[in-house]
């Protein structure tokens, strides 16, 4: 390797750790927010992210999928949104053996809820860039995310 593409290794390494410090900054808040205002977790607001996207429900596989989590994690959180009254599982027609998962009118209000305030939060810690330093790292990380999926990682 040469000096410049060495140099140029270094630099991609000190990038990615400052993403993961970042991102791992603004998780943990959000996870301590969540808890803290709505007893509640980080996953189980995914999971309602996922039902309030989709309204005609979901598989578990393919909320699992969309998380990328197992289904096994997905499984526990919707038994709690269920006993809750915020989600409810119905039949698929023609398959006895998958149900859709979907919010109940309750589990809609509570997510349009915790959104707005998720959104007011990131507003929040995010205060201090301006729009082109929003708009210039959003397109920057865009290109990255088209690199590694081109490279299919």
């Given at each position: 390797m040469s000096e410049t593409s060495t140099d140029l290794s270094k630099e991609?390494?000190?990038?990615?750790?400052?993403l993961l410090k970042a991102s791992?900054?603004?998780?943990?808040?959000i996870r301590r927010r969540l808890r803290r205002e709505f007893d509640?977790?980080?996953?189980?607001?995914?999971?309602?992210s996922v039902l309030a996207r989709f309204p005609e429900g979901q598989k578990m596989s393919q909320i699992s999928e969309l998380l990328r989590v197992s289904n096994g994690n997905v499984t526990g959180i919707v038994?709690?949104?269920s006993d809750e009254g915020l989600a409810q599982r119905v039949a698929v027609p023609g398959d006895r053996r998958a149900a859709l998962v979907k919010l109940t009118n309750k589990g809609i209000a509570a997510?349009?809820?915790?959104?707005?305030?998720?959104?007011?939060?990131?507003?929040?810690?995010?205060?201090?860039l301006g729009?082109?330093?929003?708009?210039?790292?959003a397109?920057?990380?865009e290109?990255?995310?088209?690199?590694l999926e081109d490279r299919e990682i």
């Open positions: 991609r390494l000190r990038l990615w750790l400052k791992g900054m603004i998780e943990d808040e509640s977790t980080l996953p189980r607001f995914d999971v309602m038994d709690k949104l997510f349009a809820q915790h959104a707005a305030t998720h959104e007011g939060w990131l507003d929040e810690m995010l205060g201090g729009a082109d330093d929003v708009e210039g790292m397109t920057r990380l290109r990255l995310i088209e690199t």
